[in-house]
DNA sequence: AGCGGGGAGCAAACCGATTTGCCTCAGTCG
DNA sequence: CGACTGAGGCAAATCGGTTTGCTCCCCGCT
């Protein structure tokens, strides 16, 4: 019983009994990889232009097993810092990359469920920024031969994978030896979530130490990575007993919440509060006073994950996994 | 559970096999579209579970014509007005629907490319903001069937497609007036490219048609939706024999440009040039002074979006296109 | 004359699922 | 007792391409 169904796509068997001749003939002029005579040639390309056929993705990527599209797996799309980073990443894989992107929050089980449905929709490629991740965790889940490139340092010397960050714990340590240049003694911390640490926590745990200044652990509190997270442990830190006079925020979006929290009690900055924050992401310039922070070249990120993506994709480079690491700047404004 | 060395990806048919049943039992076993007794549901099962069976995403899809992917058709990701967007359509259109991003950078060639391609991807659905597309252009590149939701007013009245867009005229008749309330009559607009002029400029034009100021066209300058952009629109008001005391952007980007620019050229505001936003993006409260702006509601706009966009690809509505208006409101800060 | 090689084309297998149609075997209803 | 129904299962068609093998023919070399 055939069903009279909207109006039936143009396959190539359509092309081909137009142009009369087999669907191989078609596929060969569509992809040139075997010679097809000039007049025939002519007959498929105008049967294909009379009809307005289009090969269809998904059967194509079915047989050729490439889908030519890349995830993205970050935290969120909506801090500043990402956008930015995706827009590298197409241009680092220059050719028909589409990227689609999954906002795990930072939750593990939702990168997990990212990282598995991503391999099931057979994407070419993984850019992953995963605070949690193992090695083990992302091999349980895709499948071996997919290429991953990571994002960041936090879960440390991961040698499975190509990695790309930046020099986290030397611009931590830039910025925390930046503060206690300005006369501070009592620097505390902002840091992510977790509690696992990070480069970012061992730069300013360095410069402390290099410093001949204790580490008073009441001065390192742990925050959500958005400018409410950031308040709340502002707050935290400026409710003790013998509160900091400088603060180093693993994040702009954090250094903008403490803002809000000196503020919202009565501080002025940088006179009450001295502030440094991370990535140098657009709004630190806006805000007054501008922030001092440590910048993070997002776009230039995406870009070298583009590239180290792309080259193993393609199959141009099989070696062992490479890591490229890109230089922290201190970029000093009115916060300090 | 198991971990394969097998370069061979596992596939219905090893389910099969080794459960002992067909192909046909393990589709049913997943699908539960017929029933299948308990027992062979059981070995079925257990077989997934040893061989590690994940069915394939690309093979599904082709059968069943759902990709569960919709393309976003955008500008720039990078201008914080749409990653607030993209969450909220993924967050409107519940269940399993992964978006793939497009920036096309306004250029009407690239969103035509991605249309096309999108299509040939064999997306689920469409969300589409360009300035310049008209129906036309789309039915010629977007098989007929395939839904598209349209962000945005620009092209005004299309009436082929669901649509959703923010109050604009409104918004901007507003802000204008809200300017000619603080004494401005030289009130000057910075507004988009293409000069198609759109909502934000008809309210602008209302509003000062209302108020008896006649429009000197001199006034209206066009420049990119970027800061840069702003800036150098800016500047060139500025720098007429009698320039604006006060000046509309239409958008909040524009409008921070436009305070580089008046900072560049020694002016206080608002004192000197008072300056209303559109979008009211995050940075705007964050600059000094903080910008007055019209509230443009990013996340809503996606989340409609959404909605209207899985009723159609459910096809659980399929009346005429509809259109949603969201309100925009003046959020009056410092720069007035 | 025999052989290798390459141009040109076709039929069929393949990628990995879903879906249709058909068969068998109870059990139920009239 | 025959008709009908629903559970349970299988083989084969389908989705829309690409790729493999094979044939046929013509040409240039030894």
Known sequence: MKR???P???TIADVARVADVSKTTVSHVLSGKRPVALPTRARVETAIQELGYRPDGLA??????RTHMVALVIPDIT???YPLLARGLEDGMVGGYRTFICNSDGHSEREQEFLAEVADRRADGIVLDSFTMGADWIEAVVPEGMPVVRIGTTVADDPGYDTVHADDEHGAHRATTHLMGKGHRRVGMIQGPAGAGG????????????AGVAVDPELVVSGEW???GGAVAARRLLGLADPPTAVFCANDLMALGAMDAARGLGLEIPRDLALVGFDDIEAAA?????????SNLAYETGLMAGVLLRERMTG????APRTVTLPCKLVERATT
């Open 199 to 210: 480069k970012r926590n061992d730069g300013y745990l360095r410069a402390l130490h290099e």
């Open 60 to 65: 194509r990527s079915l047989r050729t097993r």
């Open 8 to 10: 039936q796509r143009v």
């Open 316 to 319: 141009q480079f099989r070696g």
């Open 286 to 294: 806006m805000v007054s006073p501008p922030l001092t922070t440590v």
């Open 226 to 228: 958005t400018r409410p």
């Open 4 to 6: 009279f169904a909207s």
């Open 79 to 81: 801090n500043p810092y």
